[in-house]
């Protein structure tokens, strides 16, 4: 793979901004903000954009991973220049419009959001709304499709499968998350191949050409197709048919070229965990305790990783459209697991300096960062006791500043017979709270204020 030279370091300075009409709350200019990205932001637009996506991680997952690194160690999001918020509804089924609000959305609506500019009903990738989550709605073209249209190259890169909802959005067009293959088609059964339809996500992602797919997910690649031309064959046997380069591990992603588009899965499943530490347990939790780093397997590369060969491989006189997801920070939210939620943001936030480091030394490039929406852990007082212990699970990590950092999760809670045993955390709940949106580059003023997941379609490029 070809290389690029070697970027300049980006120096953490402290950057003040003083703009009549600007909420110093809503600019949210922080140190290390790139001075060419500052230029070029109020004027032309990107020739690049790079659209990383923290699932899950609102205000207190991104601050919790900050504090366990230490109150003074900047993160590599506290470079960017602008800061804004953006809620996160999705709609109701319905037969037709008005659509009722939905305030607690899950990744395929909010997903769709910004892929597509319009909202819909949970479980649905870039279709809109419809009577029932099993009645399949319109398709919605999104901003990839829109990039390719422009001749751009375009890339999708997450530690999920790379089917799961996030990565999915971009390249296909479904109205159930959880067809993800050509064995999962069973609650799609109109939309397969074989009954005239476009195919589970797999082969959808395939079809949409996209240059370069990273992630995990081998699973469903390896199942075999029901209809069209490739039936009989599997989903990776259909992308190397078609002129894909395939990898399954770290080596094999160093040695792939640009000349032909890039299928790499790392995992049969999610991709391996960065980090682990304690269970969380009810009540005050476990005596504090550092967590354990380093835990990825050397075969799986890092998002880091995935997101640096991405950029070296779109890179093109055309310009590209790539989306990194950092997807474990959610999983390990809902699974009530601190080290792994904090883990996974920063590797996550390595990613993100990736990406600037990038932006950089190519000033057209626009960097946006945001989440999908909140999520449930919280940081609480180390020093609660009798009846103000926590009512959830609670973890207590041993922080890099010497100090404990108190985590608990009660957004969903043991119901008694037919649910999780006693001591068990059951899968924690998303939250409707707004999430942060940082911006650098062309066009990232626009994140300014608060707006809604919907409106980042236009920044986008769509």
């Not at 419809?130 to 999708?156: I, W």
Request: charged share 15%; proline share 6%.
């Amino acid at each position: 793979m070809m290389k690029r030279k070697g970027v300049v370091a980006v120096v953490a300075t402290s950057i003040l901004v003083a703009a009549a009409g600007v909420a110093t709350a809503a600019t949210g200019v922080a140190s290390g903000a790139d001075p060419q990205g500052a230029q070029g932001s109020h004027g032309n637009k990107p020739k690049n954009i790079i659209f990383l996506l923290g699932d899950g991680m609102g205000t207190q997952e991104i601050t919790a991973a900050r504090y366990y690194q230490g109150v003074h160690n900047e993160l590599n999001v506290d470079r960017m220049q602008y800061t804004g918020f953006d809620t996160t509804w999705s709609v109701k089924p319905a037969a037709q419009p008005p659509y009722l609000p939905d305030y607690d959305p899950d990744s395929a609506s909010t997903g769709t959001m910004w892929a597509t500019g319009k909202k819909t009903i949970d479980e649905r990738i870039s279709q809109g709304p419809s009577s029932a989550e099993n009645v399949p709605g319109p398709n919605l073209k999104t901003v990839l499709e829109f990039a390719q249209q422009r001749g751009m190259k375009v890339g999708d890169v997450s530690t999920a499968e790379i089917t799961d909802a996030t990565p999915a959005v971009l390249a296909s067009h479904i109205s159930l998350r959880g067809c993800q293959g050509p064995a999962n088609m069973a609650a799609c059964p109109t939309e397969t191949k074989a009954a005239g339809g476009l195919g589970s996500i797999a082969e959808q992602m395939v079809d949409h050409n996209v240059d370069v797919l990273l992630g995990g997910g081998r699973a469903r690649f390896e199942q075999t197709i029901t209809g069209g031309p490739f039936a009989g064959q599997t989903v990776v046997q259909q992308a190397q048919s078609q002129g894909y380069q395939y990898v399954t591990d770290a080596a094999g992603l160093q040695g792939v070229n640009d000349d032909s588009p890039v299928l790499g899965l790392f995992n049969s499943g999610n991709m391996s965990l960065e980090w682990s530490g304690p269970s969380a347990s009810l009540g005050k939790g476990n005596a504090p305790t550092p967590c354990t780093e380093n835990q990825r397997p050397a075969n799986e590369p890092s998002l880091a990783d995935m997101t640096s060969s991405a950029l070296d491989l779109l890179e093109n006189k055309k310009g590209f459209f790539l989306q990194v997801e950092g997807a474990s920070i959610d999983k390990q939210d809902h699974a009530t697991n601190a080290c792994g939620q904090i883990g996974e943001t920063v590797a996550f936030d390595d990613a993100i300096g990736v990406a600037l480091d990038y932006q950089w030394s190519h000033p057209r490039t626009l960097v946006v960062v945001t989440a999908d929406h909140s999520h449930t852990s919280q940081i609480v007082g180390e020093d609660a006791s009798g009846s103000g212990l926590p009512t959830g699970y609670s973890t207590n990590l041993l922080t890099k500043d010497g100090q404990t950092l108190s985590l608990t999760y009660g957004t969903a809670g043991y119901g008694g017979a037919g649910s999780a045993p006693v001591g068990v955390p059951p899968s924690q709940q998303h939250t409707g709270a707004v999430v942060p949106v940082w911006g650098n580059g062309p066009g990232a003023n626009a994140i300014l204020g608060t707006n809604d997941h919907t409106d980042l379609f236009k920044v986008l490029g769509g």
